[in-house]
C-alpha cells in the first residue's frame, strides 16, 4: 500500500503541474476539458524529453534528485502560467468540476483494478517481460544515455525504449523499487489511456453541442469499451467449450487450438492461457495445420491481462494526448501556416514533441499520426478557404460550397499543400528534438513489399476487428448520407479520395508483379490472390475513402462539424491501415506481414473505437436534415433500430472475452482465494522459488559498487539473463534471439563468438584466458549458481576457489546456492 500510495502521489503532482500548461500554453485550453484528462502524459512527456536530453549531454543525473528538480522547475512554469491565468482556470474549475471528478474517478478506477489484477500474477518471468524489465533496470542504471544494452554489454540499447525511460522516471520519482515499479507502469498505462480516451470523446461531443453530463456519459462509455473489451474470439471460445456446433464449422473456421471435435466443461474455456489463441485468429492453414498466414492481432485489453511492458502499449496515453493536440488544431481560430508559428510557438512545440516522443516510444505510431495531423491541416485549410470556421452545434448542413468546381480543385490543392507542408515541418522538427535516439538507433526494417501469401478471411476478420469496424462503418455511412451525391464541385473531392483506393491497389498489384518478374523464385504466390483482396481489401480500403470523401465535403460546407470532421478523418486512417496491411507489408527480419498486422490492427483498434463511439451519437442525436428524409422517414428509423440493435449484440458479445480471461488469469474462479498474499512485487515468485538468486539480485541492484556481471548464456524465453534483466547491470550475452532482431543477421558472428567466451569464462582452466575475457568485457561482477553449474558443469566453484587462492577473484556475496565474485582491478572498468 506505500508503494500505490507513494505512486499515486507523483501521478496526481503530474496532473496539477501540467493543467495550467495544458490550458494555457499549448492550445488545449480551446477544448472542453481544457486538457485536463492529458495532463498527466502531458508533463511526464515534458520532463521526460529535459531529463533525456539533459542526461544524454551529462547535465541532469538519472537520480530522482535530477529528475525531481526538472518537474519542480517545470512545475514552477505551471505555477507561474495558472497565476497570469486564474481567473479563467478558476471559472473553469468552478463550472467544469465535473469533467475533474468524472476524470479522475475513471483514472483511479482503472488503477486499481489493473493493480488488483497484476497483484494475483506479478511475476516478471514470462513471455517477454525480463525483456521489458531488463530494458527498465538499464535505463534505471544508466549515468548517461543512451543506456547499455543489459544483454550485449559494449552496447547501446538497440530498441525504442521511450516507454521504458518514462516508467523509470516514474520510480525514480516514487521511490519505489524496480520490480514494483514495472507493475505499476502496467496498471497506469490504462488508467491514463482511459481518461484520454474519455477526454477525447467528450471534448467532440461537446463541440456537437452535447450537454457536459452526456458528454461524460459516453466519454466513459468509450473509454471502457476501448481498453476493457475483447474481441470476438471469446464467443467462439464460448461456443467451442460449450460444444455448439458441428465438426464442419470448426473445420472452415480454422483457428488453431479450437479443432474439431467441440466441447468441454463449464461455461468457461479450459487449456492454458486459452486467451492467448484470440490475438491469433487471423491465420490460413496449410496441411496438417501448418500455419500460412501467422499474424499476430493484440488489442489493448490482452495487453493489460498479458503484462509486458512492451512499445506498443506504453505509447497509449501519448496516442491520446497527440489526437487531443490534433483536435486542438481542427478548432483553432486558424488554419496552421508560418504566421500560426509565429504567433503560437508553443502549440507548435507541443505537436512536434508529442509526434517525436511516438517514435522514441514506438516507432510504428509516428508516420501513422503523422498522417493524421496532415489530414486534420487539410481539412482546416479547406475549411478555412471556403468560410471563416464556427462550432456546428447541430450536426452538419449539407450545402455546396460556393463557385465552381475548378475552385474547389484549386481550394484542394492549397490545402494539400498547406497539409503536406505541415507534416514535412513536424516530421523534421520530431526527428531533431530527439535526434540522440535515431544517432544510436539502428533499424531491421527495409522496405515496404507487396503480400502475395494468403488474403486475410473475411470471417476472421470479423472476429477480430468487427465490433469497431461496423461501428465505424454506419458512423461513415450516416455522414455519406448528410455528405450527399459526388455532383457538381464535390466531384473533384470524390475523384481525389477515389484514388486512393483505387491507387494503392494498382500500386499493389504493379509490385506484386515487378517483385515476380525480379525474383520469381522467392515469391510464393497465395491461390486466389487477386480475388481474396477484392473480398476483403478494396471494400475496406473503400470505406476509407468514403469516410475520407466525406470529411473533406463537410469541412468544406458553409458550416464545417469539425467534431464530424475529427472523427471521420480517424476512421478514414483506420480503415486504410486495415486495407493496406492486406497489400503491403514492412520488410523486417520476420519476412511477412505478422508484424504489419500486428501494429496496424493495434492501431486501429483506437482510432475505430474512437470514430465508432462519436457516431453512436451522431447516428442516435442528431438528426438528418436532407429534402428527402420525410419520404423515407420509416426506412431510416428501422435501419437505426437495426444498426444500434446489432452494435449492442457485437457489444454484449465482446465482453465476454475479458471478463472470461480475466477470472482465468487470476484463478478467481478456483476458489481458496487469499488476498493477503496478494503482491505487486515482480520478483516475489523467485523469493519464493530461488532465495539465494532474488537475494544475490536485491544485494546487486541495491548495494554493490557499479559494474557490469558475467552469469550462464541460455536460450530466449527462459529463466537465462535474468540477474542482468533484474539489475539493469549489462552482461556479455542473453537472448540471443532477440539481439538478432533488434542489430540484424550482421551481429550473429559477435554472438557465437561472445558464447564462445563466456563458455570459456566459466570452464577455462587458464587463469590467464580466463581473467583476460573477463578485463575484455569490463565484468566486475562473475554469478555463479544453479544455471551457471547446469550450463557448465559442477566443478566451476573449485575452479573459482582457484582463481580466489591467487588473489584476483574474490566472493562479495552469497546466499544459498548462488555466490556473487568480485573480479579484482575492475572497479573502474565500466
Not at 521526460?48 to 530522482?64: M, R, Y
Not at 506504453?314 to 500560426?340: I, K, N, Y
Not at 484514388?499 to 504466390?525: K, N, Y
Not at 543477421?745 to 563466456?758: F, G, K, T, Y
Request: charged share 15%.
Amino acid at each position: 500500500m506505500p508503494d500505490i500510495l507513494a505512486w499515486l502521489i507523483v501521478l496526481w503532482a503530474l496532473s496539477l503541474i501540467g493543467f495550467p500548461i495544458a490550458a494555457t500554453a499549448v492550445g488545449l485550453g480551446r477544448l472542453g476539458d481544457r486538457g485536463w484528462t492529458v495532463a498527466r502524459p502531458l508533463t511526464l512527456l515534458i520532463a521526460a524529453w529535459i531529463t533525456w536530453v539533459g542526461g544524454t549531454l551529462g547535465v541532469i543525473p538519472n537520480s530522482a534528485a535530477g529528475i525531481g528538480s526538472t518537474l519542480v522547475a517545470v512545475g514552477v512554469v505551471a505555477a507561474s502560467l495558472a497565476w497570469r491565468h486564474r481567473t479563467e482556470m478558476v471559472d473553469f474549475l468552478r463550472r467544469r468540476w465535473s469533467v475533474i471528478v468524472v476524470t479522475e474517478g475513471l483514472f483511479i478506477g482503472l488503477f486499481l483494478f489493473w493493480a488488483l489484477v497484476i497483484s494475483e500474477v506479478p511475476g516478471i518471468n514470462h513471455t517477454e517481460k525480463p525483456m521489458d524489465f531488463g530494458i527498465l533496470n538499464a535505463v534505471l542504471n544508466s549515468a548517461q544515455f543512451p543506456p547499455e544494452d543489459q544483454w550485449l554489454s559494449g552496447h547501446s540499447i538497440a530498441y525504442y525504449y521511450g516507454g521504458h525511460y518514462v516508467a523509470a522516471m516514474l520510480t525514480n520519482l516514487s521511490g519505489v523499487s524496480s520490480d514494483v515499479g514495472y507493475n505499476l507502469a502496467m496498471a497506469t498505462i490504462p488508467a491514463m489511456f482511459g481518461a484520454g480516451v474519455l477526454g477525447l470523446v467528450y471534448n467532440l461531443l461537446r463541440l456537437a453541442g452535447a450537454g457536459a453530463v452526456r458528454g461524460l456519459w459516453v466519454g466513459v462509455a468509450a473509454a471502457l469499451c476501448i481498453g476493457l473489451l475483447g474481441n470476438l474470439s471469446g464467443v467462439l471460445e464460448f461456443a467451442y467449450v460449450r460444444g455448439i456446433g458441428g465438426d464442419w464449422l470448426w473445420e472452415w473456421i480454422g483457428v488453431k487450438g479450437l479443432e474439431p471435435p467441440a466441447g468441454g466443461d463449464g461455461w468457461l474455456p479450459d487449456g492454458f492461457w486459452w486467451w492467448w489463441r484470440g490475438t491469433r485468429v487471423i491465420d490460413t492453414l496449410g496441411s496438417g495445420g501448418a500455419s500460412l498466414d501467422y499474424t499476430i492481432t493484440e488489442f489493448p485489453f490482452f495487453s493489460f491481462l498479458l503484462g509486458d511492458l512492451h512499445a506498443h502499449v506504453s505509447a497509449l496515453p501519448f496516442l491520446t494526448l497527440t489526437l487531443a493536440l490534433g483536435l486542438s488544431l481542427l478548432v483553432a481560430t486558424e488554419p496552421p501556416s508560418l504566421q500560426w508559428v509565429k504567433t503560437r510557438p508553443w502549440e507548435v512545440g507541443a505537436l512536434a514533441l508529442s509526434l517525436g516522443a511516438l517514435a522514441f516510444v514506438n516507432a510504428w505510431d509516428f508516420p501513422v499520426y503523422l498522417c493524421i495531423l496532415g489530414m486534420l491541416a487539410i481539412v482546416r485549410w479547406l475549411a478555412w478557404q471556403n468560410r471563416a470556421p464556427t462550432v456546428n452545434m447541430h450536426g452538419p448542413l449539407p450545402t455546396e460550397a460556393s463557385g465552381p468546381a475548378s475552385n474547389t480543385t484549386g481550394r484542394l490543392t492549397t490545402s494539400m499543400g498547406h497539409g503536406a507542408l505541415l507534416t514535412v515541418s513536424l516530421a523534421a522538427a520530431g526527428i531533431i528534438l530527439f535526434l540522440p535516439f535515431y544517432l544510436s538507433f539502428d533499424t531491421q526494417t527495409s522496405g515496404i513489399l507487396p503480400v502475395s501469401g494468403p488474403a486475410t478471411r473475411p470471417v476472421l476478420f470479423m472476429l477480430v476487428m468487427g465490433a469497431p469496424a461496423i461501428l465505424s462503418g454506419g458512423f461513415v455511412a450516416r455522414a455519406a448520407l448528410d455528405a450527399g451525391w459526388p455532383t457538381g464541385n464535390r466531384r473533384p473531392i470524390a475523384l481525389l479520395a477515389g484514388s486512393l483506393t483505387i491507387g494503392v491497389f494498382a500500386l499493389w498489384l504493379i509490385a506484386v508483379a515487378v517483385r515476380v518478374s525480379i525474383s520469381p523464385d522467392d515469391v510464393d504466390l497465395a491461390d486466389n490472390l487477386v480475388i481474396g483482396r477484392l473480398m476483403l481489401a478494396l471494400p475496406i480500403l473503400s470505406m476509407g475513402s468514403v469516410a475520407t470523401y466525406c470529411a473533406l465535403v463537410l469541412a468544406s460546407g458553409r458550416r464545417p462539424a469539425h467534431w464530424i470532421v475529427f472523427a471521420l478523418a480517424l476512421a478514414a486512417v483506420g480503415f486504410f491501415l486495415l486495407g493496406g496491411a492486406e497489400l503491403f507489408h514492412i520488410a523486417d527480419q520476420f519476412g511477412n506481414r505478422m508484424n504489419t498486422v500486428f501494429k496496424f490492427y493495434y492501431q486501429a483498434w483506437l482510432l475505430l473505437g474512437i470514430a465508432g463511439a462519436v457516431g453512436m451519437f451522431y447516428i442516435l442525436a442528431v438528426p438528418l436534415r436532407n429534402a428527402w428524409v420525410d419520404e423515407l422517414a420509416l426506412l431510416l428509423d428501422g435501419l437505426r433500430v437495426a444498426w444500434v440493435g446489432v452494435v449492442a449484440i457485437l457489444l454484449m458479445a465482446s465482453a465476454y472475452y475479458p471478463a472470461a480471461a480475466v477470472v482465468d488469469r487470476t484463478a478467481w474462479a478456483s476458489g481458496g482465494e487469499n488476498r493477503a498474499d496478494n503482491t505487486l512485487s515482480g520478483l516475489e515468485h523467485l523469493r519464493q522459488t530461488s532465495q539465494g538468486e532474488y537475494e544475490a539480485i536485491i544485494w546487486l541492484r541495491d548495494s554493490a559498487e557499479p559494474g557490469r556481471i558475467v552469469e550462464a548464456v541460455g536460450n530466449d524465453y527462459d529463466a537465462h539473463g535474468g540477474i542482468s534483466a533484474a539489475t539493469g547491470r549489462a552482461t556479455p550475452l542473453s537472448w540471443e534471439g532477440h539481439e538478432r532482431q533488434w542489430r540484424g543477421e550482421d551481429i550473429n558472428p559477435e554472438l557465437a563468438r561472445r558464447r564462445a567466451e563466456v563458455e570459456s569464462i566459466f570452464t577455462s582452466d587458464d587463469s590467464v584466458e580466463t581473467r583476460g575475457l573477463l578485463q575484455h568485457y569490463g565484468v566486475r561482477w562473475m554469478v555463479v549458481g544453479p544455471r551457471e553449474r547446469s550450463s557448465y558443469g559442477n566443478d566451476i566453484d573449485e575452479r573459482m576457489v582457484k582463481w580466489a587462492d591467487e588473489g584476483w577473484l574474490e566472493p562479495a556475496f552469497e546466499s544459498n546456492n548462488v555466490t556473487v565474485y568480485e573480479v579484482a582491478g575492475q572497479a573502474g572498468a565500466n
